[in-house]
């Protein structure tokens, strides 16, 4: 929902308030409409997130990108700039899931070719990368060091900024409720997209001048995307300190402090432990004198049971004449 619907109206409201430049008006609503970029799982990892969720995300709509991004494209940039929407789709396929498809082929039946290539293949995915990118800037330098390339700058750091705070917040509505590593997840695939796909499209299908606001959106989206992961992903917690407050350093005590301190504790262990030994003496003295008097005077103890049952026997019977005199009156 969040690549192929939010981001579509995002671009759509940015390009209508900052009244964009019809040279590049066509190639900033393609990069709107292509699928989430490939370097989100690596932010991902870095910003503590849900990497696995990120790389599902991003798997589905590369795949779905094949018919989605066309139709996009068509709906909302075909009465500006034709576009051939099946020509696009087969462009997709050959870009994006043949190569997938290849590695996925030969990191399953050929192990030996993978290790051998494997240590080369991040230094030839930065070159192809940079000439993506290089090309259309440098062949359009002078309509960018103008002020219709300020006027491309700004829309494009405000869209992937707005995708990168919707995207988070929307995942932390109270209907949807989910996980902070699942939020950092959704904000960082939202706000990042294949925008080299998008200026290879655009030079094929728009012309080279609509790829260049593509190849502003690779380097704003790669600074934005992995600086919000690295923040999320240190622990570094900020101290706030109060203006007008004065933080002393801690003063180490002296040799003549500590004694005196260990004297005092001393002292008041002491007193503890004579207040406690007296305390003890005083309940045993009187527990004695209890076991004493109880054996040396059995009798008196004796005396008061009996007289008390007698005293309650005699209650007994006077309650029970009562009840009898009660019994036989007559009430007139």
């Known amino acids: 929902m969040a690549q192929y619907m939010l981001k579509p109206l995002l671009g759509v409201l940015i390009a209508r308030v900052f009244r964009m430049p019809s040279a590049f008006f066509a190639g900033f609503m393609l990069t709107c409409c292509v699928s989430g970029a490939q370097l989100s799982s ?26 989605v991004t066309p139709i996009l494209t068509g709906l909302l940039i075909g009465s500006v700039v034709p576009v051939n929407g099946i020509a696009m789709a087969k462009s997709i396929l050959q870009v994006v899931l043949l190569p997938v498809t290849l590695g996925l082929l030969l990191n399953t039946y050929a192990k030996p070719v993978v290790n051998v290539i494997q240590p080369v293949m991040p230094f030839v995915a930065m070159v192809c990368t940079s000439l993506c990118i290089g090309s259309p800037l440098a062949i359009n330098r002078t309509m960018l060091l103008s002020s219709q390339g300020f006027m491309l700058l700004l ?32 904000s960082v695939c939202t706000g990042m997209q294949s925008s080299t796909l998008a200026g290879l499209l655009a030079t094929q299908f728009l012309g080279i001048s609509q790829a260049v606001p593509a190849a502003c959106s690779v380097v704003v989206m790669a600074i934005f995307g992995l600086t919000l992961a690295s923040y999320w992903g240190s622990d570094v917690e900020a101290v706030s300190q109060v203006p007008g407050t004065v933080h002393k350093p801690p003063q180490t005590e002296s040799l003549r402090d500590v004694i005196k301190l260990n004297v005092c504790k001393t002292r008041r262990r002491c007193t503890f432990g004579a207040r406690n030994e007296k305390k003890f003496d005083y309940i045993n003295r009187v527990v004695k004198r209890f076991r004493f008097r109880s054996t040396m005077e059995p009798v008196g103890f004796i005396n008061i049971l009996v007289g008390a049952t007698k005293s309650s026997a005699t209650t007994c019977e006077k309650i029970q004449s009562h009840l009898d005199d009660h019994a036989n009156t007559r009430w007139y």
């Open 155 to 186: 829309p494009i750091v405000t869209f992937h900024i707005a995708a990168f705070v919707v995207g988070y917040w929307v995942s932390k509505l109270p209907q949807l409720r989910q996980e902070e590593p699942v939020c950092r997840t959704i």
């Open 42 to 67: 690596y932010a991902s990892f870095l910003g503590k997130g849900d990497v696995a969720l990120s790389i599902l995300l991003t798997t589905y709509s590369t795949i779905s990108s094949v018919i």
